[in-house]
């Protein structure tokens, strides 16, 4: 499985962004969807999670009521949209895959995930 990340760039704080990510793989559908992102001298932090199968979403306490995480299963795409972006929200954000079996599964550390694209860069000016 390949994933490019896509989307990032620079914003005020309030703005909104939406990020791409998308596989090549053909079983896309089997497989949990994460976003994670890491700041500059700080460690990669899990921000959302979605499910394979029903799509049952897990969030970052940072992040919950502000991001929401989706996918297209038909376009092999996962997304995550992010609102009333804050200037702590600054990071390169990865996507990251995992294969699963049970549906309900949804890991939110990294050490889970198999497959990560290249990250995209989030830069939120105060």
């Known amino acids: 499985v390949q994933l490019q990340a896509s989307g990032g760039g620079l914003v005020q704080a309030g703005d909104s962004l939406r990020l791409s990510c998308e596989s090549s793989g053909r079983t896309f559908s089997q497989y949990v969807l994460g976003w994670f992102r890491q700041a500059p001298g700080k460690e990669r932090e899990f921000v959302a999670a979605v499910s394979r199968g029903v799509g049952r979403t897990v969030y970052s306490d940072s992040v919950k009521g502000r991001f929401t995480i989706s996918r297209d299963n038909y376009k092999n795409t996962a997304y995550l949209q992010m609102n009333r972006l804050k200037p702590e929200d600054t990071a390169v954000y990865y996507c990251?895959?995992?294969?699963?079996?049970?549906?309900?599964?949804?890991?939110?550390?990294?050490?889970?995930?198999?497959?990560w694209g290249q990250g995209t860069q989030v830069t939120v000016s105060s």
């Open positions: 990251a895959a995992v294969r699963t079996i049970v549906t309900a599964n949804v890991p939110t550390h990294v050490s889970e995930y198999d497959y």
